[in-house]
Structures are given as structure tokens and as C-alpha cells.
């Protein structure tokens, strides 16, 4: 039975999402159009977010620095293409202090034009490259349609930004943050699974020479665009003049990389795995991954059953991130409830029946009611449950992808295309233009989400123009 006050997903998907939200007190709205509060719990999973983020970007060999909220209008128009791809999004603040400001500032939209000018100081040998530099920021794009964490006019996230000698060596890290950082993070953290491609030219970030990203099914069998990593090429180099000399005192442009991951991994992890009861999050980012209930009707009950839960949780020490839920206000049914909804991995019941027998009663969030419920001894049940945890983040992973196997479909022509984008992937050979691929959004809203990495060696027909290709790509709708 689904929670009171959330409506199902099949009733109504979008719906069901912003009930999470609120019900699970992960954000609430802000009082600036399309902006969020990120309340505790949402924040939380964030931090556990960045710290594993970090720790994989700082392995790269990468470090992390701060650049200005405010780009003047000149950097923003020194790369063309990228000044039209951001122009709608843009916000601009012409007065300070009361006065007109002699040039207007952008709210940084993305950094590569305030961090193009700062290369631009920092380079100037071979020997200085590549420079790798990562900074944790919030960004501002003026989006009209707006949904909690997954399109917000202001958003948290972390943009790399490099520059490298040559061509192989930008594209050799373009790939390297898409498969060590971006996709083994969502893989292993998030217990999503992700299709890793490369962007069609019309989907490619603006001014960008390459952009490859990772792509995740939701629920509702629509993609999600989970990071993205671009090959700049030379393009901000020569913008911005970030030149260098060569080891045989030649002058030549840099190659520049950028690359992004933002508050709407938390969009994605609720639309992949959370149900009709709330919210249900990966242990491994769950920040609370064991909450213990003592339950107990007397004060003399109450002694006993505390005695054993310190006593337990002394022995649990540093291996879980661990709650007690002793308010004495609330029944156990509450805060039963409570917990699933804000999707704890792990709950633990202590009753005096259960000190008494030396057992506890421990329930899984990802099997709801009676069947992921199960009595088991006190003994050893502190490496039980850290057993459980591991379980529990393979399963979820598990069921992402069969789920996104089911919903994937290869097509051959355009009306299977069209069926199979109303439930979840269509996977297509394609040869088609620029033209081919706007009228096929056009007419179905569905878009080329990557060109996958991965490619088949025989030949097929493309969906669209029926021409011999080696090309697959796949086909979704997207948030």
C-alpha cells in the first residue's frame, strides 16, 4: 500500500516524485521562482555525494579551487558558440551599489569563460601542463520549467575544467573522468547503471569540440543525463589566449577539457529506486543506513531494552552511519514509517522479548512488509547487517538494470522507434543529418541521448533514411 499523501507512480508519475520530495523533507520551495531549499536530509545526501566525488577527482590527480560567482558580459561573448548556447539561460546584474555598472556581470552559468581567463595567467610553458583544476560551486541558469532537484534556476555541482598539450591527451582525460570518475561513481554509489556515449552535435555542449555522456533509465523508462564530460578542442583556448611554448620554443594553444556532475544525481536517485512507500536510498549514500526502534511500555522495560541497544551499537562503532530513534513522544508504527519514507536501508526493532532471547527484528527498506522482515540473533549481528548493506546496494543495482534491459528495445524502423520511446529505449543504427534528428524530436520528443561507446561490428539499415551504417544510437525522451 502506497504511503498516505504519496501518490502512486502509476497514477501519476510526476506527481509521485514531488510527493518524495516533500514527504521524505529532503527540499521545500523557495520564495525566488525555481529556486529549492535543501533541507537536511537532501544536504546530507549531497555531502556523501561530494565526498565520494572528491575523493575520485583528487585521485585523478586533480585539485580543487574557487573562481568568481560573477563573469563580466565581455568573456561570456568571446566564444560565440557558447554565448548563443547560454544566452536564453543567462542572468545579468547591471546595477551595484546603486549604481549602473560601467560593464553588466553574468551569474555564472558555467565557468569556462572566467576560468579561460585565469589559464590564461597560469599558462605559459610546457612544463605548467596539464593543469588540473576542479571547483565545488552553485550556478545559476534561468530554466522556465522547473522541478526539485532535477532542473533548478540555481543548482549545486562540481565543473572541472583542464588544459593539456595536445588533442590525444584533453580526450584521453575527457574519457578518463567519464569512466573513473563520473560512471564508476554512479554505478557503484548510486546503484544505477549507466550507458556511456558519445553526444550527437546537436545535443553537444555549446563550444565544445566533443561531449560524452552518461545516461541512466528512470522508472518511468524516460532517460536521465547523469554527467557530462567535453573535449573543448582549442576553441576556449584561442577565445581566451591560453598559449604555451613548447619544449622546442614554439608557441602553441592549449586544449581544454570541462566536465560536470550537479544536485540532479539526487533527482536520479530517487526516480530509480524509490517506490509507493518513499524514498529508498543506496546504503553506501544513505545518511543514515541503520536506524534501531528500542520498543518498550514501562519504564522498567525501557532500562532493559536501552541496556542492549548501547550495548549493541558500542560494538557497531564506526561501521555504520547509525541512529537511535529513542523519542518517546512517537509510537514504534511512526517511526516506522517515518524511516521508510526517508528510505533508511536498514531498520532494527529491540523488544523486551527480544533481550530476553537475545534476537532483534531487522527489516529492509528495498523488500517492504513482512518479506523483507526477518528475527535474528544479537550475536554477530553487527557483521549481519554490514552483510545486509552490501545486499541491499547489489540488489538495487541489480533491479536498475534488468529493469532498464526490459525497457530497452532495438528497432529497425520509425514506427518501432516511436512505440518503443513510450516505455524506456529505443537502440537504432543511424545515419541520419542534423534535419533527421530535429524532426524526429520534433515529432516525438524524444532525442539521441548518446551514440554508445560501445558499437556492433555488423551493418544495418538506419531507422529513419533506411542508408547501410555501422552507427547505433539510442532514442529517448528526457529530463
Not at 169 to 180: C, N, Q
Request: contains cysteine; hydrophobic residues 40%; charged residues 30%.
Amino acid at each position: 500500500m502506497p504511503k498516505e499523501g504519496i501518490t502512486t507512480r502509476a497514477q501519476d508519475y510526476a506527481q509521485w516524485y514531488l510527493d518524495i520530495v516533500e514527504k521524505a523533507d529532503m527540499a521545500d520551495y523557495s520564495p525566488v521562482r525555481g529556486c529549492m531549499v535543501i533541507k537536511p536530509l537532501g544536504y546530507a545526501l549531497w555531502e556523501n555525494i561530494q565526498r565520494e566525488l572528491d575523493r575520485r577527482i583528487k585521485e585523478t590527480g586533480h585539485q580543487n579551487a574557487y573562481f568568481p560567482l560573477f563573469i563580466p558580459m565581455s568573456f561570456l561573448t568571446k566564444e560565440a558558440e557558447h554565448v548563443e548556447g547560454f544566452a536564453p539561460e543567462v542572468a545579468i546584474v547591471t546595477k551595484g551599489g546603486g549604481e549602473d555598472l560601467a560593464e553588466p556581470l553574468v551569474v555564472r552559468p558555467t565557468s569556462e569563460a572566467i576560468i579561460g581567463h585565469s589559464f590564461a595567467r597560469w599558462v605559459h610553458s610546457w612544463r605548467d601542463l596539464p593543469l588540473l583544476i576542479n571547483q565545488w560551486a552553485n550556478v545559476v541558469r534561468w530554466e522556465m520549467r522547473t522541478r526539485p532537484f532535477l532542473r533548478t534556476t540555481e543548482f549545486l555541482w562540481q565543473e572541472g575544467h583542464t588544459v593539456h598539450a595536445t588533442e590525444a591527451e584533453a580526450e584521453e582525460e575527457t574519457l578518463k573522468i567519464l569512466h573513473e570518475v563520473y560512471a564508476d561513481f554512479v554505478e557503484k554509489e548510486m546503484a544505477l547503471p549507466v550507458l556511456r556515449g558519445r553526444k550527437t552535435d546537436r545535443e553537444k555542449f555549446a563550444g565544445a569540440l566533443r561531449t560524452y555522456a552518461i545516461e541512466a533509465m528512470m522508472q518511468d523508462g524516460r532517460a536521465l543525463q547523469a554527467g557530462t564530460s567535453h573535449n573543448l578542442g582549442q576553441n576556449f583556448a584561442k577565445a581566451f589566449d591560453i598559449k604555451y611554448t613548447t619544449a622546442d620554443n614554439r608557441e602553441e594553444y592549449g586544449w581544454t577539457t570541462s566536465w560536470g556532475v550537479s544536485t540532479r544525481l539526487i533527482g536520479a536517485l530517487i526516480m530509480a529506486h524509490s517506490d509507493d512507500e518513499g524514498l529508498i536510498a543506496p546504503p553506501r549514500l544513505a545518511p543514515v543506513q541503520v536506524v534501531i526502534v528500542p520498543i518498550y511500555r514501562s519504564d522498567a522495560e525501557r532500562a532493559l531494552v536501552m541496556e542492549a541497544v548501547d550495548r549493541l551499537t558500542r560494538e557497531w562503532s564506526g561501521r555504520f552511519r547509525l541512529k537511535v530513534d529513542d523519542r518517546p513522544q512517537l509510537t514504534p508504527g511512526f517511526k516506522y514509517n517515518e524511516w521508510e519514507v526517508k528510505g533508511v536501508p536498514l531498520r532494527v526493532e529491540v523488544g523486551p522479548r527480544d533481550v530476553t532471547q537475545g534476537t532483534a527484528a531487522v527489516a529492509r527498506r528495498d523488500v517492504p512488509g513482512k518479506a523483507g522482515k526477518a528475527f535474528v540473533p544479537q550475536a554477530g549481528l553487527a557483521d549481519h547487517l554490514a552483510a545486509l548493506l552490501e545486499e541491499i546496494q547489489r540488489s538495487l543495482y541489480e533491479r536498475a538494470l534488468r529493469f532498464r534491459e526490459e525497457h530497452t528495445r532495438e528497432v529497425s524502423s520509425y514506427d518501432e522507434l516511436k512505440e518503443a520511446i513510450e516505455t524506456g529505449f529505443a537502440r537504432a543504427y543511424w545515419d541520419g543529418s542534423d534535419a533527421d534528428e530535429g524532426l524526429i524530436q520534433h515529432e516525438t520528443r524524444a532525442t539521441i541521448r548518446v551514440i554508445p561507446l560501445e558499437q556492433p561490428e555488423k551493418a544495418g539499415r538506419c531507422v529513419l533514411t533506411g542508408r547501410e551504417t555501422t552507427q547505433q544510437v539510442i532514442f529517448a525522451r528526457a529530463y
